[in-house]
Antibody, heavy 118, light 110 residues
Framework: QVQLVQSGAEVKKPGASVKVSCEASGYRFTDYYIHWVRQAPGQGLEWMGFINPSRGSTSYAQKFKGRITMTRDTSTSTVYLEVSSLRSEDTVMYYC???????????WGKGTTVTVSS | QSVLTQPPSASGAPGQRVTISCSGSSSNIGNNPVIWYQQLPGTAPKLLMYNYSQRPSGVPDRFSGSKSGTSASLAISGLQSEDEADYFCAAWDDSLDGVVFGGGTKLSVL
């Protein structure tokens, strides 16, 4: 079946970087975009951007430009999200989701918790 | 402050009908399809409605969507306890060149 499997929880210090992975299976990896969406505890959803696994092209939300990098490895059907210069506000759940260029995301990973704490 | 505006909470008794609104602008809802997601407690969001009123396979027809101008609505009829969840609307925003979400509506089934 179609699924997105995310890497495990991370604990990082302020100023550090984190790299979260999202492995796709059950469909042709290059046929769908992968979005990253984050959610602070008890808060709403925040779109971070997407990557087109076919071309490797990306689109980032203005808020995160310069601080995030999305990459992909087609040999393992895995997408990566790297967030640098971590601060306490980055203590959130990060979700990857399969979709198109727009907001239509039909399969979601279970999420990866990142805790930023000194 | 979310670009799309939703009421923070909604409620209804089992069997009743409840509507959740999502207000935007001409750069998002007014010009692009609206998506609705359902997030049950402790789980990832799930696609509930797309292109304003299309339901993915497996979503009961108790859920329906509509749009008028720069606002969209999600209606749930025949409320059931399993409908207790957070509901989020989303759309592409042409000005921001990205996806925008509503702040979410917490639905309680009394």
């Amino acid at each position: 079946q179609v699924q997105l499997v995310q890497s495990g929880a991370e604990v990082k210090k302020p100023g550090a970087s984190v790299k979260v992975s999202c492995e796709a299976s059950g469909y042709r990896f290059t046929d769908y975009y992968i979005h990253w969406v984050r959610q602070a505890p008890g808060q709403g959803l925040e779109w971070m951007g997407f990557i087109n696994p076919s071309r490797g092209s990306t689109s980032y939300a203005q808020k995160f430009k310069g601080r995030i990098t999305m990459t992909r490895d087609t040999s393992t059907s895995t997408v990566y999200l790297e967030v640098s210069s971590l601060r306490s506000e980055d203590t959130v759940m990060y979700y990857c989701a399969r979709g198109n260029w727009g907001p239509h995301m039909d399969v979601w990973g279970k999420g990866t918790t990142v805790t930023v704490s000194s | 402050q979310s670009v799309l505006t939703q009421p923070p909470s909604a409620s209804g008794a089992p069997g009743q009908r409840v509507t959740i609104s999502c207000s935007g602008s001409s750069s998002n809802i007014g010009n692009n399809p609206v998506i609705w997601y359902q997030q049950l407690p402790g789980t990832a969001p799930k696609l509930l409605m797309y292109n304003y009123s299309q339901r993915p396979s497996g979503v009961p027809d108790r859920f329906s969507g509509s749009k008028s101008g720069t606002s969209a609505s999600l209606a749930i009829s025949g409320l059931q306890s399993e409908d207790e969840a957070d509901y989020f609307c989303a759309a592409w925003d042409d000005s921001l060149d990205g996806v925008v979400f509503g702040g979410g509506t917490k639905l309680s089934v009394l």
